[in-house]
Nanobody, 124 residues
Framework: VQLQACGGGLVQAGGSLRLSCAAS????????LGWFRQAPGKEREFVAT????????YYADSVKDRFTISRDNARNTVYLQMNSLKPEDTAIYYC??????????????????WGQGTQVTVSS
């Protein structure tokens, strides 16, 4: 499975960006698609996940009410709309796919396929 993420960039604090990630390749089933991020010097952390069917969304507390995750079933694509961005949102953002049930704690090991990452930089 290949995951192609795009949409990162440089934005001022308070601005918005929209990330997208398309899944393609061998036959696969989507249980969930998620976004994780890794800031310089920090461990990679969960940001948001959407279960495919039914559509259920999960967010990290740090992004709740600012970020929105959504999907396009026909395109096997997940989006992350990021509003009211803060400098602490600066990180490389990775999309990840889970083909089987994931744990409520959003363990990264439950996601078997990962994209290459896209840089998001928020200036103060």
């Amino acid at each position: 499975v290949q995951l192609q993420a795009c949409g990162g960039g440089l934005v001022q604090a308070g601005g918005s960006l929209r990330l997208s990630c398309a899944a393609s390749g061998r036959a696969f089933a989507i249980y969930a698609l998620g976004w994780f991020r890794q800031a310089p010097g920090k461990e990679r952390e969960f940001v948001a996940t959407i279960r495919w069917n039914p559509s259920v969304t999960y967010y990290a507390d740090s992004v709740k009410d600012r970020f929105t995750i959504s999907r396009d079933n026909a395109r096997n694509t997940v989006y992350l709309q990021m509003n009211s961005l803060k400098p602490e949102d600066t990180a490389i953002y990775y999309c990840a796919l889970a083909e089987a049930r994931i744990r409520p704690t959003m363990e990264q090991t439950d996601f078997g396929s990962w994209g290459q990452g896209t840089q998001v930089t928020v200036s103060s």
